[in-house]
């Protein structure tokens, strides 16, 4: 007898999965990427949604850059296998169905805080925004103990929900993998600057089952029905931060399997955790993958189309962690951004949860939205991008702040050609949320970042 979620697929699945039968800114980049068709719907909803060894980090940073190591500093083709046996206690997701007239999507709606990861096994982190935050936790924080993780999570989900909030929570991959790992699965070793380290092949079986046990035996029992829980974030290995979508190495050095193998794998992935968690599956979709003479821009938009059309609009969504108009004003100036905007576009025009992490902190980076197709917040200082004048009349928080979150709430756009973007939630900087952050400096930034309130 197949799961709820599995015997409600009418849509023949183009995936093959390696996991079903297992046990269980510019360069010198700071905080965030700087620079870096559409097929029918086959599906849609039925009317009515089923339930459903320690590391370092920054003090308050965007996920973009923060590398997670422990001796650096950071700034952050298969047959297909029989589905999984049933235990009872899977999660269970609304069905996809073949009606005419999709329902009102449920969408994840809030102002979440992006601050500092957890650093150590067993600690909490701290919050300010009025909805809650997204809780980032690298895979191998605690080590080989995916119990210990589980558990640091699980103290962090309740106290979120005892001071009333939500979480998006997200596990980080990448070279960030419990050492055990990569003695079991072959590895490739990633250099990108700050993101050095090794990381296991996303289509090698023994990484594959680790994934699965780690997800299903540990973690999936602290989440799933979590009050807590708003959404969970899909990552794969291949990840330059081991959260973001980019992956920026060049082919010709990779053990490239080929579009089918690679591109599977990524497939197999996002089965594992739709399959495993009762939440809706995010993944950060505002970069195309590999340099910029090599860009898979295909790949995005293949993995937004798949969990869409096979687990249903309400259990997907896309996070954009470079969360700035300028990113596709004009004519699209830097490929592996601008590649996703019918991504972005097909998404919006679906109604699914979409969310915001800005490029930049409003309150002091400013000049981080400025573009001449958009308008002119400040200018940055000389070699550091992500640095601000703070004395350039131009230098303007609240504007940056008004603009940003009207056009990606699809009231308003600055640039003549951009992207059409209709976002649901936030994930702003510490510092917006601070007493001299311009979340409370300015009454009409404010209100812009109300209006993607969560309301029970």
């Not at 993780?149 to 070279?175: H, S």
């Not at 399959?275 to 790949?299: K, M, N, Y």
């Not at 197709?373 to 000389?382: C, F, M, P, T």
Request: glycine content about 8%.
């Amino acid at each position: 007898m197949n799961s709820p979620r599995m015997a409600s697929l009418l849509i023949p699945l183009v995936c093959i999965s390696l996991l079903s039968t297992h046990c269980q800114c510019s360069p010198g980049v700071t905080n965030s990427t700087e620079e870096t068709t559409s097929q029918s719907e086959m599906s849609k909803e039925a009317s009515q949604e089923a339930p459903k060894e320690q590391v370092s980090l920054p003090e308050e940073s965007n996920s973009t850059t923060e590398q997670i190591t422990e001796t650096q500093e950071p700034p952050i083709e298969a047959e297909q296998d029989a589905a999984p046996p049933e235990t009872g206690n899977e999660p269970i997701k609304e069905q996809v169905t073949q009606d005419t007239a999709p329902p009102q999507r449920k969408v994840i709606r809030g102002r979440f805080e992006s601050g500092s990861p957890v650093r150590q096994c067993g600690d909490l982190v701290t919050w300010n925004a009025p909805d809650g935050l997204l809780l980032r936790a690298p895979m191998n924080l605690c080590g080989d103990d995916i119990a210990a993780l589980a558990a640091t999570i699980k103290k962090n989900l309740d106290a979120i929900e005892a001071k009333g909030g939500r979480a998006l929570v997200m596990l980080i991959q990448g070279i960030n993998l419990p050492p055990s790992w990569l003695t079991r699965c072959k590895t490739w070793k990633l250099q990108d600057g700050r993101f050095s380290g090794d990381i296991c092949l996303p289509w090698d079986t023994n990484y594959q089952k680790d994934l699965k046990t780690a997800l299903t035996t540990h973690l999936a029992p602290v989440i799933n029905g979590h009050k807590a829980v708003a959404g969970v974030y899909f990552t794969i290995t291949t990840m330059t931060n081991g959260a973001e979508l980019h992956f920026r190495a060049d082919r010709s050095t990779f053990p490239y399997p080929g579009d089918k193998i690679f591109h599977q794998s990524y497939f197999d992935i996002m089965k594992l955790y739709q399959d495993t968690f009762d939440a809706p599956i995010l993944f950060e979709a505002g970069h195309c993958l590999w340099s910029r003479t090599q860009v898979d821009c295909d790949l995005p938009l293949a993995l937004y189309r798949y969990s869409r059309d096979t687990f249903g609009h309400n259990n997907t969504g896309i996070a954009l962690w470079n969360c700035a108009e300028r990113f596709w004003a004009g004519t699209g100036a830097g490929t592996e951004t601008f590649g996703v905007k019918k991504l972005i576009e097909e998404a919006s025009k679906d109604g699914v949860s979409i969310g915001c992490q800005t490029v930049g902190n409003f309150t002091a980076q400013p000049c981080r939205f400025s573009d001449p197709d958009v308008g002119n917040y400040g200018a940055s200082v000389q070699g550091t991008p992500s640095q601000c004048q703070t004395d350039d009349p131009n230098f303007n928080p609240a504007q940056a702040c008004i603009d940003t979150m009207k056009w990606f709430a699809g009231k308003q756009s600055q640039a003549q050609q951009t992207v059409n973007v209709k976002g649901t939630w936030l994930e702003n900087w510490t510092k917006e949320y601070s007493k001299a952050g311009v979340y409370n400096t300015s009454n009409a930034c404010k209100q812009e970042i109300d209006a993607f309130a969560y309301t029970p």
